[in-house]
């Protein structure tokens, strides 16, 4: 929401720090914001993800790599506006003045790691929008001071709960309500896509394998996952029917986890992809 610091994410130091520098750009990743921050082995520096449409400063930490060392810094995702690509390059001198007053993040580096984190500060500069670092860090002061006074962002606005359709009882399956709430959801099948998460084992089931992987009918033995595909399949038919595109796919992700990722592939090759195209399916380790 615009105007909030979500709790945990983020722990921000509010006085500034003794030498100069700006307390409101001294932004700790909590344990919330580095799981929440993307990792890649052998990358220069982290990618921000890309922006919101609605004003906030989210809850992504970044920071600055020094050498073989992270140190923290003040960035976050952005948040509105165009990235500030074409403006000249910042130097330290700009980096370490107003409205930046980033000269903590070069105390007791070495010429070299200067020069890459002049680098790495720029790249980020370019690929923020709403500003780049100077939009961010406007956007940063203002909302740490409504913090400090107790600003309510929401001050003004009022909650409405809508009514929404309760598909469930007399507007269940097999009444006239639900068959026709039916139908339109499945005009829209052929925009469709499907997210599975399956970065859990099935310890807890007593099943040995994947969770994915479990038996979903004793009788026919199909496993979970077969069953998922089907469905997606009869849509897939479905929606070619209705749009006349023989060629129409419908995008599955797949999100695995260390323990599962390996097995995930081997349960896809081992069947065909459960007569899902290779195209279509995209899977994301997390």
């Known amino acids: 929401q615009a105007g909030t610091l979500p709790v945990?994410?983020?722990?921000?130091v509010v006085e500034p720090p003794?030498?100069?520098?700006?307390?409101?750009?001294?932004?700790?990743?909590?344990?919330a914001a580095r799981r929440a921050a993307p990792r890649r082995l052998g990358a220069a520096a982290p990618q921000p993800p890309p922006s919101l449409a609605a004003p906030c400063v989210p809850p992504w930490g970044w920071r600055i790599r020094r050498g073989q060392r992270w140190v923290p810094g003040f960035f976050a995702r952005g948040c509105c506006g165009q990235a500030r690509r074409g403006d000249m390059p910042l130097s330290h001198a700009d980096l370490c003045g107003q409205p930046y007053n980033q000269?903590?993040?070069?105390?007791?580096?070495t010429q070299e790691e200067r020069e890459s984190l002049i680098t790495q500060l720029n790249e980020i500069n370019d690929k923020l929008p709403g500003g780049g670092l100077?939009?961010?860090?406007?956007?940063?002061?203002?909302?740490?001071k409504d913090a400090q006074t107790g600003k309510n962002p929401f001050e003004g606005l009022n909650p409405v709960v809508p009514e929404g359709q309760k598909l469930f009882g007399d507007q269940g399956p097999g009444t006239a309500t639900y068959a026709e709430f039916e139908k339109l959801g499945m005009v829209e099948l052929s925009k469709c896509a499907f997210c599975l998460v399956a970065g859990g084992l099935g310890e807890r089931l007593g099943f040995p394998g994947i969770k994915i992987g479990i038996t979903a009918e004793v009788t026919s033995e199909v496993i979970f996952f077969d069953t998922y595909c089907r469905f997606i399949l009869a849509f897939q038919a479905y929606a070619r029917k209705v749009t006349g595109d023989s060629t129409l796919e419908l995008p599955l992700a797949i999100m695995t986890s260390g323990d599962t990722h390996s097995k995930t592939c081997e349960l896809l090759d081992s069947n065909a992809?459960?007569?899902?195209?290779q195209r279509q399916i995209t899977l994301m380790k997390q």
């Open 273 to 277: 992809n459960f007569g899902l195209s």
């Open 103 to 109: 000269a903590h993040l070069f105390e007791g580096v």
């Open 8 to 12: 945990g994410c983020l722990r921000t």
């Open 134 to 144: 100077k939009g961010y860090l406007e956007r940063a002061r203002s909302l740490l």
């Open 18 to 31: 003794p030498g100069g520098g700006d307390g409101a750009t001294r932004h700790l990743a909590s344990a």
